[in-house]
């Protein structure tokens, strides 16, 4: 069965980290690009970062630049979304996703419609 589990989500306060884990079974990471999307309630899904399939060139929404760092290991094949320096507006469900195209794309930071795969998403809580 072809799936993508994240974990790593939790409650954490404000200027904490959380590290998001996303791991894939069934199929290689190593052929997809990656992307994290986030919920938060009433509101869009939004893209935060995508990681290419060829050569690992990363994309951040500039909510999140400087503070969010995503990065793969294929040999776990597993994708993280390190998370420091966390804000209140970062509470949401966070979404991981794999993008089948050819490498010629890049990643896909804000398109949904780009991925193929995703996982059943995890919850990540700022709060005191």
């Known amino acids: 069965q072809l799936q993508l589990v994240e974990s790593g989500g939790g409650l954490v306060q404000p200027g904490g980290s959380l590290r998001l884990s996303c791991a894939a079974s069934?199929?290689?990471?190593?052929?997809?690009?990656i992307g994290w999307f986030r919920q938060a309630p009433g509101k869009e899904r939004e893209g935060v970062s995508c990681?290419?399939?060829?050569?690992?060139?990363?994309r951040y929404v500039d909510s999140v630049k400087g503070r969010f760092t995503i990065s793969r290991d294929n040999a776990k094949n597993t994708v993280y979304l390190q998370m420091n320096s966390l804000k209140s507006e970062d509470t949401a469900v966070y979404y991981c996703?794999?993008?089948?195209?050819?490498?010629?794309?890049?990643?896909?930071?804000?398109?949904?419609?780009?991925?193929?795969?995703w996982g059943q998403g995890t919850q990540v809580t700022v709060s005191s």
């Open positions: 996703a794999a993008d089948p195209r050819p490498a010629r794309y890049g990643c896909s930071r804000s398109n949904p419609n780009d991925y193929y795969y």
């Open positions: 069934g199929f290689s990471l190593d052929y997809y690009s």
């Open positions: 990681i290419s399939r060829s050569d690992n060139r990363t």
